[in-house]
C-alpha cells in the first residue's frame, strides 16, 4: 500500500491507485488564479488533491484523461505565451495530438492552469471563478 506521501509526489500516476476524493486541481503555487481556485473551493467545503504539476509532471496517459474530461483538444490546455512553447517550435506548423502531449509532459511549464477536476468533468479555471461550474 502508497503511503500518502507516495500519493503526493506522484505515485498516483501509476494507475494503480484511486483518488482520496473526487476532487483535484493541476496547481502552481506561485499563480494566483491556481490559490484563488484553490480558496473557491476551499470556501465550499471541499479539500481536493492538490498535483503540483511542475514538481510531478503529468504523463501522456494522464493528459488524455484530463482532454477527455475537459471535452477538449491538446491545444486548448498549452501555454502557447511560454517561451518553450516556440523553443520548441511548436508554433510552427500543424503538430500532432501525440507531439502536443509529449511536450507537455517533458516541459509541464506549458500546462494550461488551473486544472480542476470533479469526477467525470473539468474545467480550466481561467478565470478562478470558473471552477464554480464543476460545484
Known sequence: ???????????WRCGNLTPMNDWSIYYN???GSCRTALMILKENN???RV???????PSIKDLNMLLRKLRTAPIDIVRTKEPVYGELKLDQGEKSREDLLRAISEHPVLLQRPIVVKDSHAVIARPPEKVRELL
Not at 500500500?1 to 505515485?11: E, N, P, V, W
Not at 498535483?51 to 509532471?57: F, T
Open 46 to 48: 471541499i479539500k481536493p
Open 1 to 11: 500500500m502508497f503511503s500518502s506521501s507516495a500519493i503526493d509526489q506522484g505515485a
Open 51 to 57: 498535483i503540483e504539476y511542475l514538481k510531478n509532471p
Open 29 to 31: 503555487p506561485k499563480c
